[in-house]
């Protein structure tokens, strides 16, 4: 079965610029979560979305945002794009938790979203 | 607020060797630990996942262990082999959600 998909895989923005990032999640999963890694900072939580519902947000300005559609799609949008925001953008999805299969809440990723901003 | 450090945050060996890779988390209210592989320039690749009830978990060449109480975890690589050369990411998860701590991870290199 097909696994995290997105897109795009890499792009370079100049500062003030915006950037909107895509995740198509496994098929049946319907939680979605966005992560930034830097080498500086490592791996850090951005948000996660769930149903179409902001669940959880991490410790980022509000230039970053995001949202879910009813297929579960999630798309994240930077604005007002800084050098540091220069990173690996990372989305996971997972089944919603309580369901009873096995591998629920394991965390699958996909390949990234690499941002270089000059 | 959860910290996870992992040691050492570089290691090499030769080929064949057993090593063991260590992380430990500041707060013990876990709901479940998970050992990752990175590739570099690529995503994250799931190897192992303990729920917070479980000791160990095994999947061919790995075991991972957890100690909740003393915040701790351990990946154990049994007769390591080039291929096994990446950074291997500990995080924790202290919710039923997604939001995952991770570590800084352990790079990984096995010389032929």
């Known amino acids: 079965k097909a696994g995290v998909t997105q897109t795009p895989r890499y792009l370079i923005k100049t500062r003030g610029q915006q950037v909107t990032l895509s995740c198509s999640p496994i098929s049946g999963h319907r939680s979605v979560s966005w992560y930034q890694q830097t080498p500086g900072q490592g791996l850090q939580f951005l948000f996660e979305?769930?149903?179409?519902?902001?669940?959880n947000k991490g410790n980022f300005p509000g230039r970053f945002s995001g949202r879910q559609f009813s297929n579960s799609r999630s798309e994240m949008n930077v604005s007002t794009l800084e050098l540091g925001d220069s990173a690996l953008y990372l989305c996971?999805?997972?089944?919603?938790?309580?369901?009873?299969?096995?591998?629920?809440?394991?965390?699958?990723f996909g390949a990234g979203s690499r941002l270089t901003v000059l | 607020k959860q910290e996870v450090t992992q040691i050492p945050a570089a290691l090499s060996v030769p080929e064949g060797e057993n090593l063991v890779l260590n992380c430990s988390f500041t707060d013990s209210a876990i709901y479940n630990l998970q050992w990752f592989r990175q590739d570099p320039g690529k995503g994250l690749t799931s190897l192992l996942l303990?729920?917070?009830?479980?000791r160990e978990q095994t999947s061919g060449r790995l075991n991972a262990s957890l100690d909740k109480s003393s915040g701790r975890s351990t990946l154990y690589i049994a007769a390591s082999q080039p291929g096994d050369s990446a950074t291997y990411l500990c995080?924790?998860?202290?919710?039923?959600?997604?939001?995952?701590?991770f570590g800084e991870g352990t790079q990984l290199t096995v010389n032929p």
């Open positions: 979305y769930f149903s179409e519902t902001q669940r």
């Open positions: 303990i729920q917070s009830s479980q």
């Open positions: 996971a999805s997972s089944r919603p938790p309580g369901q009873f299969f096995s591998g629920a809440n394991v965390l699958t």
């Open positions: 995080a924790v998860k202290e919710t039923s959600g997604s939001r995952l701590t």
